[in-house]
């Protein structure tokens, strides 16, 4: 796998979960978001697919590009999210994720030398968390937040779906003596 791939694929997830939203689930609620079953008897809004594996991308990007590309490609992606999603919504996506990003870092690159497992699934907890909270609430007000626990389960699942891609990117780009410092080149 190029390691391009996962910066890539990283900054594709925030435009299509904006666009996600808008476009996909088996119910649309009026002014509100598309809605997909991620439980039995809780819904969320459809981009949670899409934001689970940008958590654990984001992740790998750090891993092999540093935070300063981790924070480029946030906002690169918010910039395309305006061009499939409203303005405010892809703004409120773009705010949510770069502060929910900042909380998966805060927790990601302590533990990531050490943890790198660990490191992956507590930093995407609070990063769905606070993702889940600030989204809802700024792109749909208060009304959006009684999605809340359905997007941090989404995300979740999402996080654990993809958690390999790390064994297989730390296995195939990173010797485990480098693990949490970024490659250059």
């Not at 079953?37 to 990007?61: E, K």
């Not at 303005?87 to 943890?115: C, N, Q, V, W």
């Not at 699934?121 to 609070?126: K, M, N, Q, T, V």
Request: aromatic content about 8%; proline content about 6%.
């Amino acid at each position: 796998m190029s390691r391009y791939f996962a910066i890539l694929a990283f900054l594709a997830t925030i435009p299509a979960a904006n666009w996600m939203v808008g476009h996909v689930g088996s119910v649309c609620v009026p002014a509100g978001p598309c809605l997909l079953p991620v439980a039995p008897g809780l819904l969320a809004p459809s981009g949670v697919v899409m934001i689970g594996l940008a958590l654990v991308l984001r992740d790998i990007v750090q891993l092999v590009f540093g935070l300063r590309a981790v924070v480029g490609a946030i906002l690169a992606g918010a910039v395309l999210s305006t061009l499939v999603a409203p303005t405010a919504l892809a703004l409120a996506s773009g705010a949510a994720f770069l502060l929910s990003e900042s909380f998966d870092a805060a927790i990601y690159t302590p533990l990531a030398r050490k943890r790198l497992y660990l490191a992956v699934l507590a930093s995407g907890l609070l990063g769905a968390t606070v993702d889940s909270l600030v989204f809802l609430w700024l792109a749909f007000g208060v009304d959006g937040l009684q999605h809340t626990l359905g997007q941090v389960v989404g995300k979740l699942e999402a996080n654990l779906a993809a958690l390999p891609l790390v064994a297989w990117v730390r296995h195939g780009l990173v010797h485990p003596a480098a693990a949490g410092t970024p490659l250059r080149g």
